[in-house]
């Protein structure tokens, strides 16, 4: 990007440039009608009048390409912000979600483990455990008496 200049320059000079142009064209004497030639008839006075309005167009096309720099530059800063915004956004609703699954898992893991439940997530399995002398263990692996179980969990946690 090209460094930028307050448009205030540009202000000013054009301001400058045209007073001084109306100070010559009121004071008369941009021809000479003595030729016929148009580039002949252009007298000292004419060319610098010639000479200014150039250097206008010239500063008018400079502002206009300034103002493009500074549109561009201001979009790409907004699209910076706007992508760190959504990157913090982001990076904080994963947490979020992280969190509340290790918490929902822990709850899960507590209610289980009161009604002699243990979840074997390598397996994908629900094993029932007995503390006695004789130890049973049955693997049930069907997800609907899974998801059931969860279900009642989270409507227990939920009143």
């Known amino acids: 990007m090209l460094p930028t ?9 054009i301001a400058i440039l045209t007073a001084y142009l109306t100070f010559l064209t ?7 009608n003595r030729f ?16 200014i309005l150039f250097l206008m167009l010239i ?3 400079a502002q206009e390409y ?12 907004l699209k910076k912000e706007r992508d760190q ?3 913090i956004i982001t990076e904080r609703v994963k947490g979020g979600v992280d969190l509340n699954r290790k918490k929902l898992f822990e709850d899960l893991s507590k209610a289980f483990a009161k ?3 243990r979840i074997d997530t390598v397996k994908k399995t629900l094993q029932i455990l007995r503390d006695s002398v004789k130890t049973t ?23």
Request: net charge positive; with cysteine.
């Open 5 to 13: 200049i307050p448009n205030v320059v540009f202000v000013i000079l």
């Open 26 to 32: 009121t004071k008369g004497g941009l021809t000479d």
């Open 36 to 51: 016929t030639n148009i580039w002949k008839k252009l007298t000292y006075r004419g060319w610098i009048v010639i000479c």
């Open 59 to 61: 500063l008018l096309i």
């Open 66 to 77: 300034n103002n493009q720099n500074i549109n561009k530059r201001n979009v790409l800063i």
């Open 85 to 87: 915004k959504d990157s």
């Open 115 to 117: 009604q002699e439940l």
């Open 137 to 159: 263990v049955n693997n049930y692996s069907t997800v609907i008496q899974l998801f059931s179980l969860i279900k009642m969990v989270y409507i227990k946690r939920m009143r």
